[in-house]
Antibody, heavy 117, light 108 residues
């Protein structure tokens, strides 16, 4: 059974870079059928797609965040990672990683990242 | 960017009754639409993809319909575990993938 687990700091200071990693178990991140994505949800609000990446490295990101987003994949560790630079309080959210075949069929449990000094 | 809207924002339904949720796209997304269920403190769960195909393990009381710009999620007989927030998501024109704002189904 595929499982995804987010990890990273729960508190980030304004203007710094948020860094998260998603570890995939029970399946290979090198599957040719899927992208691997990040989605976030501010407290009490809806879902926002951030970015996704294919195991070969092809990546896409939300134009609203594009200049601040870096997404990468490490097939040797079965992990993919997100970096979001120059964070502000508006970036406070639960961050989910997910397997994506255009729609999101497997999700991590999510990790709350708070941006505060 | 395709903007997704959902109505109503909140739907109050009694257990055993039918719930009908609507999702609209700002332009045609063909049948490239998914529905998710989210309970408090949990990640979303995929219910429906390709507008009408149930995901693995999803009960038959959940059904999806529509194409183009108008879509519907129907829960035929609400069970206690179905009270949650439901989101639609388009994957026809991307990036970005976009979600609707959600419909909360609560107990009447």
């Amino acid at each position: 059974q595929l499982q995804l687990q987010e990890s990273g700091p729960g508190l980030v200071k304004p203007s710094e870079t948020l860094s998260l990693t998603c570890t995939v178990s029970g399946g290979s991140i090198s599957s040719s059928s899927y992208y691997w994505g990040w989605i976030r949800q501010p407290p009490g609000k809806g879902l926002e797609w951030i970015a996704n990446i294919y195991y070969g490295g092809r990546a896409y990101s939300n134009p609203s965040l594009k200049s601040r987003v870096t997404i990468s994949v490490d097939t040797s560790k079965n992990q993919f990672s997100l970096k979001l630079s120059s964070v502000t309080a508006a970036d406070t959210a639960v961050y989910y990683c997910a397997r994506q075949g255009y729609y999101f069929d497997s999700w991590g449990q999510g990790t709350l990242v708070t941006v505060s000094s | 960017e395709i903007v997704m809207t959902q109505s109503p924002a909140t739907l109050s339904v009694s257990p055993g009754e039918r719930a009908t949720l609507s999702c609209r796209a700002s332009q045609s997304v063909s049948s490239n639409l998914a529905w998710y269920q989210q309970k408090p403190g949990q990640a979303p769960r995929l219910l429906i993809y390709h507008a009408s195909t149930r995901a693995t393990g999803i009960p038959a009381r959940f059904s999806g319909s529509g194409s183009g710009t108008e879509f519907t999620l129907t829960i035929s007989s609400l069970q206690s575990e179905d009270f949650a927030v439901y989101y639609c998501q388009q994957y026809n024109n991307w990036p970005p993938f976009t979600f609707g704002p959600g419909t909360k189904v609560d107990i009447k």
